[in-house]
């Protein structure tokens, strides 16, 4: 079992930057698939980014493509997605996921960190 903490989240003003971490702890954390998932006020959660086991291949909802990366830096046991060029749309909580398995495309993920809030607000 691996257990997830986000931080980072915020207040940023549209069109600014912010940097989410996620920190795993628990088993080893190269041998999980990471992603990243949202839900906004009044909607489902839905899928952000992921990143393969090794950080070489990632794969992102087509909304976020130019604007966010996710990498992961397996030494550290942690995962991050950099968000720029943030719109008033991008607000929501944010939740860091991890799974078994090699697939980054599949969406069901078998651990969860508890989000952490971003608000995209002049």
């Known amino acids: 079992q691996v257990q997830l903490v986000e931080s980072g989240g915020g207040l940023v003003q549209p069109g600014g930057s912010l940097r989410l971490s996620c920190a795993a702890s628990?088993?080893?954390?190269?041998?999980?698939?990471m992603g990243w998932f949202r839900q906004a006020p009044g909607k489902e959660r839905e899928f952000v980014a992921a990143i393969s086991r090794n950080g070489v291949n990632t794969n992102y909802v087509d909304f976020v493509k130019g604007r966010f990366t996710i990498s992961r830096d397996n030494a550290k046991n942690t995962v991050y997605l950099q968000m720029n060029s943030l719109k008033p749309e991008d607000t929501a909580v944010y939740y860091c996921?991890?799974?078994?398995?090699?697939?980054?495309?599949?969406?069901?993920?078998?651990?969860w960190g508890q989000g952490t809030q971003v608000t995209v607000s002049s």
């Open positions: 628990g088993r080893t954390f190269s041998s999980y698939v």
């Open positions: 996921a991890a799974k078994n398995g090699i697939s980054i495309v599949t969406p069901r993920y078998d651990y």
